[in-house]
């Protein structure tokens, strides 16, 4: 899938006039103490609960036009009240919101991203009245989640937040509880009288649970608005591991449905089985030809340019994946070795059967030759790959079988004329992206969070998923990192999402960390190239 | 799935009294004229209408065991007023009926299996008010079927009994039609005052359509009372040309169950794809392993033994398959090349991927590694075909893949154990029979046809499809031929099932032409090995 151009709204407004101060002003050379960072924060909680109630009260399902148009108000409002000029850009979709606000003395302007929109929710299925009314929740003695007065939380004592303690609403980790947390940030340094080190613009992206089809196009629409230096993405939760990270990249995603046809209908295995063909078996060819028995794609140049030197292999192995702990948990005993740890292995391009079909099977079972099969392939891109030539890789690789490739269900000449005909169809959605360790934003947080926690951040080269900021990251050209500031057992997408306080109010430290680190100090600390 | 020792019902009836005479009467030493049998079955044709109504009449879905009691009485008291002795034969499911009646100067027996249960019906799918009240019907003008009145084929005119006409209703070719015929061609043998050259035993199957489980069973109780010299199966549609046709053979049937493990549940594919084995690509590569890219199974000695000499392929050629327009109306554009034509791919043991399974596809597709991946095979066995040893040399192949295979759920100790994991399933259903061309049965049957039509029967070595008779044909231990009497296109197991009336009255006279025909003087006519 290509950005296809689009014609960009005009946009009239003018309420976006403050322009950005270069003035200097003393900046500061080291991140602030950490145990003031706690300070700034503890004296905010309150305020930060009461406006993540509040926010969280707000349907966010992109869906509902109405509902995102009073999300986008909310927001409007709060950045405002945090003086930022904020404007709405139009897109196709939804309005993206851009709040901005200079920061005295700041020689970097970084564009944060943060998300507005939530996912459809089934209220039936989740353990609280509504998805939209936030519940605070404690373990109960048999391990369930229990409801507990919203009062704890407010008497006054800080003793009282257990950080175990959970609040469950649509939304609280994705994506509303980061938006909070900076707001609260923001207002902590402004209770404080501490600036920013950056110059801020924030993109709240309104779209994201649909694929974000806006962002890109809010890029070439409005690149001058956008125009930053970095980009930080306050997004999802750290290592599994729970330990403070930093992700550098994500790969991205590719599909391709490939259907084998044999007999317009189901043959009879009795009467034909050796000489009607097969499209099980020949789709079954097909796949096994393209990996080797250790998981390896064998198709010619699949992993062109992807090469992980010496230095590159130990960063990945400062990563803590504990692999036995994974195959114990998922139950398997020994990966595919397409490199030879995980963390390696998510720096290759992938090439995943996702879904087979041919026939029937179980208790449908029948004694037939099927007439067609079908394989759905979901390929994850890394930043080496280009999406087109790996897809084009793929399709030569089955026309060098014999395969006559269609894009559409085969007419009777197609069947007749070509003895191993196939329907061949891709989509790539997303490319990958990747940030060096040692770009300006990669040292610039690793420097933060290392100030705030005393040790050196989890930094991942490439998260294994797909994300759909992708293709921003792509068109804005600057380079990105993730900052995550949930729990990794959210519930996230599902019924009964939550967000952990401690992973609330340790996020609002980590941004404070983030917002009052200076930049030009930092210094290089590795290479994710 | 081999026969197990069953306890043999003891039957104390001595209702079957009739000793077969050995009396030698002047055998005659050719077959009828054919200008006699058809005036023999001519004056039969009022009355086999009549019966074959009465008999459509009965439900005979074996689901209902008082239904096919009353079936049951029915063919008691016809067989009887044909001069056969009747007794049932209990089994540990349905009685089966066998009735029998020597032939004056006959030196011979045969033993005739006919079938009286039927398919279920679903009597909304079916386009007349019954499935169980036979309806005669016409093409009409816009080519579908339409009732007409069964005075016109009683009205005494043959000339209007149209052989375009059909007789509609549930069991009327598989298998009430030629239970008719032949009851019927016993009738006009007995008008005409000419005995049967053989010395007849006819076995009713009662469960054919669940599988026929009393027929092996039958043979282990009553090996003495089914003592025959050859078994003549009245049964199904001839080849597809419509010209008339033996059939000799029936390739048998296996099937297994192989399924590939992965992890416990379904992954994200991005976040563990290079690293989580697939199951469904690990499928393929065992799929793909089994085969080469013309059909063919690479597996050692899974053709052992079968061997096409030019004498027998000769004998296949005979077949009048048009393999062009078997194509066409398929829709592929080329076959499997197992062998040169398709009767000689028949002669082999064949391995079919009737169903594959894992993951989603279409609309359903998720961006997952599935954790299972499943592929139902079903293996066609000829004659040559040790069935054991054959599923034995698949594992074998399988485990040489470096699978640990289990025959069921994987405990979670197998699955950090084995890092290659599969659950294997088989079943023998039933073997393959094949009866030679040149056996007394087979040089019998093509005299009396060829007799009839003055030309050859095709005669088909081995069908196939996979017949429940065969474990009955193996218990036996005596030659058996396939004799059909019914359309190719009769719906057999499906709604609006009808006979034709051409197919039902010239079946009549191929069974009047049996049963009049000589053995002894039948010449050699070809070798079936």
């Known amino acids: 899938m290509t950005a296809s151009p689009r014609a960009c709204a005009v946009v009239g407004l003018s309420l976006f006039a403050a322009p950005l101060s270069a003035a200097p002003i003393c900046a500061q050379t080291e991140g602030l103490d950490p145990t003031e960072i706690d300070r700034l924060a503890a004296v905010q909680e309150e305020a930060a609960i009461q406006t993540f109630r509040e926010f969280l009260r707000l349907p966010n399902d992109a869906h509902f036009p109405d509902d995102l148009n009073r999300v986008i108000q909310w927001l409007e409002r709060a950045f405002a009240e945090r003086g930022f000029a904020t404007r709405r850009l139009p897109t196709s979709g939804s309005d993206l919101l851009l709040a901005e606000r200079p920061a005295p003395g700041a020689t970097r302007t970084a564009l944060v991203y943060l998300q507005a929109d939530g996912q459809p929710v089934d209220p039936s299925a989740w353990d609280q009245g509504s998805p939209w009314e936030p519940v605070l929740k404690a373990r109960g003695e048999g391990g369930g989640w229990q409801a507990i007065p919203w009062e704890r939380l407010h008497a006054g004592a800080a003793a009282e937040r257990d950080p175990e303690w959970r609040i469950f609403g649509r939304s609280a980790s994705d994506s509303k509880g980061p938006v909070v947390q900076f707001l609260t940030a923001m207002g902590a340094l402004d209770a404080a009288g501490i600036p920013p080190t950056v110059h801020l613009k924030v993109i709240v992206d309104t779209e994201e649970e649909l694929g974000s089809p806006p962002l890109p196009e809010a890029v070439e629409c409005f690149r001058e608005d956008l125009a930053a230096d970095m980009l930080v993405i306050f997004d999802g939760p750290p290592h599994a591991s729970g330990r403070p990270t930093l992700s550098f990249g994500a790969r991205g995603i590719a599909t391709i449905t490939l259907t084998v046809y044999g007999p317009r209908a189901p043959q009879h295995s009795g009467h034909y089985g050796n000489y009607v063909p097969n499209p099980a078996i020949r789709l079954a060819r097909i796949l096994a030809s393209m990996k080797d028995e250790h998981g390896r794609v064998t198709i010619p140049g699949y992993y062109d340019g992807v090469t992980l030197d010496e230095k590159t292999r130990a960063m990945l192995a400062q990563v803590p994946d504990d692999e036995s702990a994974i195959q114990g948990a998922m139950g398997f005993g020994g990966a595919d070795s397409v490199a030879g740890t995980l963390q390696e292995a998510l720096q290759y391009p992938s090439l995943n059967v996702r879904g087979l079909r041919a026939g029937w099977v179980g208790e449908q079972a029948r004694t037939i030759i099927p007439s067609e099969a079908t394989a759905?392939?979901?390929?994850?891109?890394?930043?080496?790959?280009?999406?087109?030539?790996?897809?084009?890789?793929?399709?030569?690789?089955?026309?060098?079988?014999?395969?006559?490739?269609?894009?559409?269900?085969?007419?009777?000449?197609?069947?007749?004329?070509?003895?191993?005909?196939?329907?061949?169809?891709?989509?790539?959605?997303?490319?990958?992206?990747?940030?060096?360790?040692?770009?300006?934003?990669?040292?610039?947080?690793?420097?933060?969070?290392?100030?705030?926690?005393?040790?050196?951040?989890?930094?991942?080269?490439?998260?294994?998923?797909?994300?759909?900021?992708?293709?921003?990251?792509?068109?804005?050209?600057?380079?990105?990192?993730?900052?995550?500031?949930?729990?990794?057992?959210?519930?996230?997408?599902?019924?009964?999402?939550?967000?952990?306080?401690?992973?609330?109010?340790?996020?609002?430290?980590?941004?404070?960390?983030?917002?009052?680190q200076p930049l030009r100090d930092a210094a290089p600390s590795g290479n994710g190239g």
Not at 427 to 454: H, I, K
Not at 490 to 512: K, T
């Open 376 to 516: 759905e392939i979901d390929i994850r891109l890394v930043r080496e790959s280009e999406p087109d030539g790996l897809i084009r890789s793929i399709r030569q690789h089955v026309e060098g079988l014999g395969y006559h490739l269609i894009d559409a269900v085969p007419t009777a000449e197609d069947r007749l004329r070509h003895p191993r005909l196939a329907r061949f169809e891709h989509q790539v959605s997303y490319r990958a992206f990747r940030t060096d360790f040692d770009s300006e934003p990669g040292r610039w947080l690793y420097a933060a969070l290392t100030n705030l926690f005393g040790e050196e951040p989890i930094r991942i080269r490439t998260m294994g998923g797909s994300i759909p900021i992708a293709p921003f990251v792509s068109a804005l050209e600057v380079p990105a990192v993730i900052v995550p500031t949930v729990n990794p057992d959210n519930n996230q997408h599902s019924p009964n999402e939550n967000l952990r306080l401690g992973d609330f109010l340790g996020g609002l430290r980590i941004m404070i960390a983030v917002l009052t």
